[in-house]
């Protein structure tokens, strides 16, 4: 059973290396089905450990080798009740992102290269969500940047090869300034807590690390983070990103990206740096708060359906931000929940964009209208996403959203209790920006002046509803929207013991 | 037995809509059928409820289901039914399945066989919010309730905005659903008040932390406000009440379910459920009681001048809801869930009569009705029903539970009840202004559409094809006479001051304890309030009998002068929203825009110089941008060593 982690991780970057050596012929030919293959398998694994954390009290199928003996550095592996739910999200993101790819190669084709940097990502992100060792979580982090960086920037928007150079050089910026800065406040805290294992480190609970160098750790590792989730105010990559990405792309940076940053804080913030965390989280959570207006604000503003949803992920993840600062059991239960729900519905609500764009070349939103009569599948699944999004109790978006501002309101202060009414008129806001989002794309009639028929101009058909690949790509989401919106024990039974534990001694 | 009874009451009518989506395409026939069949199944287990409960003197079943971790307080995914809920889940089914029948004929249009291509969706839609509406009614977990309450407005949001084609529906879906979403958020830190204070998410744990005195008075009073806020919301009361009238752009058997007979009528049942925390506190009685003495006046008047039938009846409900409150404020729950119960049968049963009309005449103005009476009588007899016990008048089911509200307030105004006596005044005095006016515009409306001369521009303003109206098809008079009978006959059981409080009786702890002398728990009659009302329906109706023959069978409502247009328009309370609260949203949103370009990415832009620079001096390929990561690689590891020494 020990082998199931590491072939979990590897797996991915195995099918990868297979393309890279079947040479480009016959590599452009087997790619998709090979990455779906792969994918599919991973998803077996990923049901598989998730299935062991389950059953298993603390870390289930832990592996610990020596790595690089002269830096100290092991490879050491383990998955819990918060790492499980975010493997086996990333896994089914990517299996779906393949299925759509498989349909749809964005320009300029080149299947084999795109399948095998996303496989490459998928190691990378199954790694940082396994990873039980500092270094090793860190460079599991960096894996993912680079394949990110090409897909932004080769398979990208055709049609605005300048913005989407700039957005693909934003975010590298942005997230390798972010890195470089986290890795000196893990090797801070290494060298000063003597090991770079995060289960001994976790039962330290900052015992050995002074208050000073806690605060610094956590404002190096935490601006790392932050980047990445981002946290308001290094969030401006993120929407040229996500707007000038493929669909898969989006999807992966909304669904596993994000996610990325958020469980950092969680794994190795929270439990390792208690009484930094202490110290700085009251200013995560007005940031955070920010964020959830900033992000709904800006959607209100947005021409762009593409755009909307990027921006939304400001505001979604503001909340992720905001349960964490709490630093109750309740917030960052909530926390852990908002990020599996933004993973599953953004997930969601970039593959139906994509399905427009690839149908009608466009999502601006003046050149949209009239889904409900013109596709009411596509129609019907961008409704059911926009309610989730706004966090409609019964739909997985309401338990982490809720859960953050309780936490807020048990941690107590006047502080806390302002910001969480201030993050209640987000969620009010975002209810305002999704229906009037609906009410332009959905029900009001396309703007006779931007022509009575769709423009066409993406390798679909524009007249086509759903079809077959599309269901079997959106379906696990849609499934888990509905599931985990009305059985929401099933996640919070994995998250709250672990969260416990790591907020035990804090 | 009755465990798996409270279960089905929500789950028949939900499978029941998942059934009809996934076959609405394939077979468009079997919809009709799957989406009746659940109703009328959950409809058996609540008479067999309510049976157990009249036979029993009180029902009392509960369901324990998962308990969900979350940290904090107690969250148990837990139904409870007692007397109260039994009464109210057969209430819910019945006008539910009276509206999935009757929506089989209004849904289908001239010429056509069957219902047009919407039905599917809609029927389930339907069923979806009658399985909502009774999760809220048997929830025993405050977040259980929140589920259901939240799912039934996003039904009622798709349901508005049915005719998405039309523009007033689109924009009244969005305003109904923003408006009572503002009072959800206020709900929800109500109820992390509550919960938080008593250690429970759990409706009765709550309650009995409240009778208990566990209880901080500050925490009771912030929950209790917060839980009103929702409250407003929900059941369109003043200031958050404006989204209703709007909602009538939705079809009308949704108005007669939704928007008349339940979801709106579920904030009433919210304050009844938690009457312990609002009679714990005065100021949240105080505020109650304001917020049902203004709307039941204002919005009375605001119907005496509508010229839309639907519109009419849509301001009634705001008027009528604020009754319910006006009695909980007072302190009888018995008395308000009388009124609940009367007043969904007569509203129903009114709006299924105003979509006869409507689908007959292709328009819902009273201008374009008149004399109608003679053309369809069968609508005109049951809707005179409805209309009567709308104004109060006995042996009609209004007339009784109307009676009993007065009561209750006199009650209050006397000083026999938590409120402060002069908020019971404020209230008694509102109360019986109210049934003078709810006296005159239902005469009005009844005279409008019934009476005087055909509406002589019917073919003329709508370019349809006119046939003389007629009776509706039977698959639309049936549920009609069906509610007629509780509309005519329910106020009977008030005849006697113990069978509705035995049978609305809770079983829980509100019957026991501080409150048990608080709380009214018999009907009470007083004869000066029966006599002084009765008095005032007469000087409403024929008043406006006299207005409209002395000005020749013309709207009685031109009276008004110029108060009529601000009656029209609602008091202009939406003006005012609209330079105020919309005003600096559209203001708002133009900043994110400016803080990332002329901020944000100002300092970004300076960094990506810098960037740049270093890159071309680390520039050792043609790597291009791969340039920019290598230098933050090697930025980084810089600084890496640099941590290393300073560690050590």
């Excluded at chain 1, 270094?135 to 055709?158: K, N, R, Y």
């Excluded at chain 1, 990027?310 to 909340?319: D, I, N, R």
């Excluded at chain 1, 499934?479 to 009305?486: K, M, P, S, Y």
Aim: contains cysteine; proline residues 5%.
């Amino acid at each position: 059973m020990s082998a199931v982690l590491p072939l979990l991780d590897l797996l991915p970057a195995a099918g990868a290396l297979g393309l890279l050596v079947a040479g480009r012929e016959r590599g452009e030919r087997i790619a998709r089905p090979l990455g779906v293959a792969v994918a599919g398998l991973t998803t077996l694994l990923a049901v598989l450990a998730t299935g062991a954390a389950v059953r298993t009290r603390g870390f289930a199928l832990q592996v610990d080798t020596v790595w690089v003996r002269a830096l100290g550095v092991h490879a050491h592996l383990g998955i819990d009740g918060i790492s499980a739910p975010l493997v086996l999200l990333t896994a089914v993101l990517v299996l779906c992102g393949l299925v759509y790819t498989w349909r749809v190669l964005p320009e300029p084709g080149r299947a084999r290269e795109l399948v095998g940097l996303i496989l490459v990502l998928e190691s990378g992100a199954l790694g940082t969500f396994t990873a039980l060792d500092l270094l090793l979580f860190f460079v599991a982090f960096e894996t993912v940047l680079v394949p990110m960086w090409f897909i932004v920037a080769v398979w990208g928007d055709p049609h605005d090869p300048v913005a989407r150079r700039g957005a693909a050089t934003t975010f590298i910026l942005y997230t390798a300034l972010g890195s470089a800065v986290m890795l000196a406040g893990l090797l801070l805290v290494g060298l000063r807590a003597g090991t770079f294992d995060m289960t001994a480190l976790t039962a330290m609970h900052g015992a050995g690390l002074a208050a000073g160098t806690q605060v610094v750790a956590v404002l190096a590792i935490g601006l790392g983070l932050a980047v990445k989730t981002p946290m308001w105010p290094l969030h401006t990559w993120l929407p040229g990103a996500h707007t000038a990405a493929p669909t898969v792309g989006s999807v992966l940076l909304a669904g596993v990206l994000l996610k990325m940053g958020t469980y950092g804080l969680v794994r190795i913030v929270v439990p390792i740096l208690p009484a930094g965390a202490r110290a700085v989280f009251p200013w995560l959570g007005v940031l955070a708060v920010v964020g959830i207006l900033h992000g709904a604000l800006a959607c209100l503003g947005q021409r762009d359906l593409k755009r909307l949803v990027a921006y939304s992920s400001v505001g979604h993840m503001g909340f992720v931000l905001f349960g964490i600062a709490t630093l109750t059991p309740v917030g960052i239960n909530g926390a852990l929940y908002a990020n599996v729900a933004h993973g599953v519905v953004t997930g969601l609500l970039f593959f139906l964009v994509g399905s427009l764009k690839d149908r009608f070349g466009s999502v601006e939103l003046s050149r949209l209208g009239g889904l409900y009569a013109t596709h009411p599948r596509i129609g019907g699944l961008l409704a059911l996403a926009a309610v989730a999004s706004l966090g409609l109790p019964g739909l997985v978006g309401f338990w982490g959203e809720m859960l953050a501002l309780l936490g807020a309101y048990q941690a107590g202060t006047l502080g806390w209790r302002l910001l969480m009414v201030a993050a209640g008129a987000g969620a009010v806001l975002t209810t305002l920006y999704f229906l009037r989002m609906l009410r332009r794309v959905a029900q009001q009639p396309r703007d006779p002046l931007a022509g009575s028929v769709p423009p066409g101009g993406g390798p679909l058909d524009p007249r086509s509803d759903v079809t077959g690949f599309e269901v079997a790509s959106f379906s696990p989401l849609v499934l888990a929207t509905v599931v985990l919106g009305l059985a929401p024990w099933v996640l919070l039974g994995l998250t709250d013991p672990v969260v416990r534990l790591l907020t035990g001694g804090a | 037995m009755s465990a798996v009874l409270v279960v089905l009451l929500p789950a028949l009518p939900f499978l029941a809509a998942v059934l009809a989506l996934s076959v609405g395409r394939a077979a468009p026939r079997l919809v009709a059928p799957t989406v009746i069949t659940g109703t009328a199944l959950a409809w058996l287990a609540a008479l067999g409820l309510l049976a157990g409960d009249i036979s029993s003197g009180g029902a009392n079943v509960s369901v324990a289901g998962p308990v969900v971790p979350t940290g904090g307080p107690r969250l148990g995914i837990d139904l409870h039914l007692d007397g109260l809920a039994a009464v109210v889940s057969f209430m819910v089914t019945t006008v539910a399945l009276a509206v999935q029948v009757y929506s089989t004929g209004y849904l289908r249009h001239d010429g056509h066989a069957r219902p047009g291509p919407r039905y599917p969706s809609y029927a389930a839609l339907v069923a979806v919010f009658t399985a909502a509406m009774l999760l809220v009614v048997v929830a025993d977990d405050l977040f259980v309730l929140i589920v259901g309450w939240e799912v039934m407005g996003a039904c009622s949001y798709f349901l508005i905005g049915h005719h998405w084609e039309e523009e007033g529906a689109r924009a009244a879906a969005v305003k109904a659903f923003v408006m009572t979403r503002i009072g959800d958020v206020g709900l929800l830190f109500g109820v992390f008040a509550l919960g938080v204070g008593a250690g429970s998410f759990g409706i009765r744990d709550v309650t009995a932390a409240v009778l208990s005195g566990r209880m901080a008075a500050s925490t009771l009073t912030a929950g209790g406000l917060l839980l009103l806020l929702g409250v407003v919301g929900k059941s369109a009361q003043f200031p958050l009440h404006s989204w209703l009238p709007d909602a009538m752009a939705g079809p009308t058997p949704v108005s007669a379910l939704i928007h008349a007979a339940t979801m709106v009528a579920a904030g009433v049942y919210l304050v009844a459920r938690m009457d312990e925390v609002f009679l714990a506190s005065s100021t949240t009685l105080v505020a109650l009681a304001l917020v049902a003495a203004i709307t039941m006046l204002g919005a009375a008047l605001a119907a005496l001048a509508q010229p839309d039938l639907k519109r009419v009846l849509a301001w009634s409900t705001v008027s009528q809801l604020a009754y319910m409150l006006a009695a909980l404020a007072a302190g009888s729950y018995v008395a308000a869930g009388f009124h609940l119960l009367t007043h969904a049968a007569f509203k129903a049963l009114l709006f299924l009569c105003a979509g006869a009309v409507a689908h007959t005449v292709g328009s819902t103005l009273l201008a374009d009705m008149g004399g109608l009476r003679r053309r369809m009588p069968l609508t005109a007899s049951v809707m005179a029903v409805g209309l009567l016990a709308l104004a109060g008048v006995p042996p009609l089911s209004g007339g009784f539970s109307k009676e009993a509200v007065l009561g209750a307030v006199e009650e209050a105004a006397l000083g026999h009840s938590p409120l402060p006596a002069w908020a019971g005044w404020v209230l008694l005095l509102s109360a019986l202004a109210t049934v003078a006016v709810t006296a005159a515009y239902t005469t009005r409306a009844w005279l409008l559409a019934f009476e005087g001369p055909e509406a002589a521009s019917r073919a003329a303003s709508h370019g349809v094809p006119v046939y003389p109206p007629t009776d509706p098809p039977a698959s639309m008079a049936g549920p009609m006479l069906l509610l007629a009978v509780p509309a005519a006959l329910l106020g009977l059981a008030g005849l006697s001051g113990s069978w509705l409080p035995s049978w609305l009786g809770r079983g829980g702890p509100g019957e026991t304890g501080v409150f048990a002398a608080a709380v009214e728990h018999t009907l009470s009659f007083g004869w000066v309030t029966t006599v002084a009302s009765l008095l005032l329906v007469a000087v409403g109706a024929g008043g406006t009998f006299l207005a409209w023959r002395s000005a020749g069978r013309t709207d009685p409502a031109l009276h008004l002068g110029r108060a009529r247009a601000l009656l029209t328009e609602g008091f202009r309370v939406d003006e005012v929203y609209q330079v105020t609260v919309v005003a600096a949203v559209q203001a708002l949103r133009a900043v994110p825009a400016w803080v990332d370009r002329d901020v944000i990415d100002v300092y970004v832009q300076g960094s990506a110089r810098t960037a740049t620079a270093l890159g071309r001096v680390l520039r050792v390929s043609q790597l291009g941008q791969v340039q920019v990561y290598i230098g933050m690689a090697l930025a980084g590891a810089t600084l890496v060593g640099l941590a290393a020494v300073v560690a050590r």
